[in-house]
């Protein structure tokens, strides 16, 4: 594979490296401790055209590659990765099912205003019984009266508290297991519809993770996503493009924390030479640089991989172990970065203890570490079979 990257993709990168590092990373700690939503990024990211990255031009979005997306949400998660994430769901997780899946009307009507980044966009898959089990949805869509009627609760849901459109799973036909399940498109504004509680967070402290609750929402017949039973299929589909996603995230942070612990290793003086002078804090810089490299490699093969067409039978295993190879790589990372700030990684006035903070969520949400071996060892044992 050839990763050499096209004039196109090292632009984007040098456009949001250059605003990871003179705009997001130096505001990064103010929104971590007061927990606002960066609306001055996300506004600003929207114009880079940065909210829509992969979706046509006729649609609004930017008509570029997956690869590009991945190399964005890296640079971006590497300046906060509270935005990384606010991007990665919005573009992976709202305008993915909407692009694939939707009708042509849905998509003129949603794709040019989620693109923009005007409208926020999220996904609403997990429910209180349901996390890793999707198939245990317990929310409901009933079809009455031209109507579908949806009740229930979703939780956990990034973006939750500050989005125009839900795409949200629900239970159509009782007792069929994933067959029953749908998708819908849900606009804020719909009477029945509301936010619920909002989740105080170990890290990714300035993304909102919000409930979004459902009581007798009723919403219009055309607002159902591909068919009625296409549900499972179209979150697995989702999912796929989306671990891609967290995956450059969890890049994103731990090349943040290698770059912080490398300048401080250099810095700081102990037994009158720089710590890194010395050979365990070599192993640890050793260690990060080599995981690092190879995280990217496997999150940029998968990104090709999903750019080359949407059957994700080609690419599922390999988003998979992106996103689990980068995001325990990203936790080793900024565990190794915080013992090379010694007690200044344990105090707040460093971004050590951010890092470390920001990546653990990578290797739970989109599918646990344990979902995504499921999903690898499921993929290699039917290669055998
Ligand atoms: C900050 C945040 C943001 C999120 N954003 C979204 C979002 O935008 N949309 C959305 O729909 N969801 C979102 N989620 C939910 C997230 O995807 C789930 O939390 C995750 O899938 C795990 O589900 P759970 O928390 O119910 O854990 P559980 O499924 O209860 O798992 C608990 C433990 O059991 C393990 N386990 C479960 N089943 C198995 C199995 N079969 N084999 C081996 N181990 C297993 C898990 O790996 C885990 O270690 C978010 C969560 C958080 C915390």
């Not at 939707?102 to 980044?117: F, R």
């Not at 198939?135 to 109507?147: I, R, Y």
Request: glycine share 10%; charged share 25%.
């Amino acid at each position: 594979m050839d990763f050499n990257l096209s004039e196109e993709q090292q632009m984007v990168k040098d456009m949001c490296r250059k605003f990871a590092e003179n705009e997001l990373a130096p505001k990064a700690e103010h929104y971590d401790r007061t927990h606002e939503f960066p609306w001055e990024h996300v506004k600003k990211l929207g114009e880079m055209g940065m909210m829509g990255v992969v979706y046509p031009e006729e649609y609004g979005g930017s008509g570029m590659d997956y690869l590009t997306y991945a190399i964005a949400v890296e640079e971006i998660s590497r300046g906060c990765a509270s935005t990384g994430v606010i991007v990665s769901a919005h573009n992976s997780l709202c305008l993915s099912p909407i692009y694939y899946f939707g009708t042509e009307e849905q998509k003129k009507k949603y794709l040019p205003k989620l693109c923009s980044g005007e409208w926020i966009g999220c996904f609403g898959i997990t429910e209180p019984n349901a996390g890793s089990d999707a198939a245990g949805t317990k929310t409901v869509a009933e079809f009455k009266n031209g109507k579908w009627v949806l009740n229930g609760t979703k939780n956990f849901i990034t973006n939750g508290g500050v989005a125009n459109v839900a795409v949200v799973l629900a239970v159509t036909e009782k007792g069929i297991g994933h067959k029953g399940l749908s998708m819908f498109i849900v606009e804020k504004g719909t009477p029945g519809f509301s936010v619920g509680k909002t989740e105080d967070k170990l890290g990714i402290c300035a993304s909102s993770t919000t409930e979004l609750v459902f009581e007798n929402c009723e919403i219009p017949e055309e607002n159902i996503l591909g068919k009625k039973g296409d549900g499972f299929k179209i979150a697995m589909h989702t999912l796929d493009g989306g671990r891609v996603g967290i995956a450059a995230q969890a890049l994103g942070i731990a090349q943040a924390a290698m770059d912080a612990a490398v300048k401080y290793s250099l810095e700081r003086v102990q037994f009158n030479q720089p710590i890194a002078r010395q050979q365990a804090i070599q192993w640890m810089i050793a260690d990060m640089a080599t995981e690092i490299q190879a995280a990217r490699l496997l999150t940029y093969q998968a990104a090709m991989l999903i750019g080359s067409g949407p059957d994700r039978r080609r690419y599922s295993k390999n988003a998979a172990m992106a996103k689990l190879f980068a995001s325990e790589t990203s936790h080793r990372a900024t565990h190794k970065a915080l013992q090379i700030f010694g007690g200044y990684g344990y105090i707040k006035d460093y971004p050590a203890e951010r890092f470390y903070r920001d990546s653990r969520i990578t290797e739970i949400y989109e599918g646990t570490s344990e979902i995504q071996r499921l999903v690898i060892a499921s993929n290699v044992l039917s290669e055998y079979q």
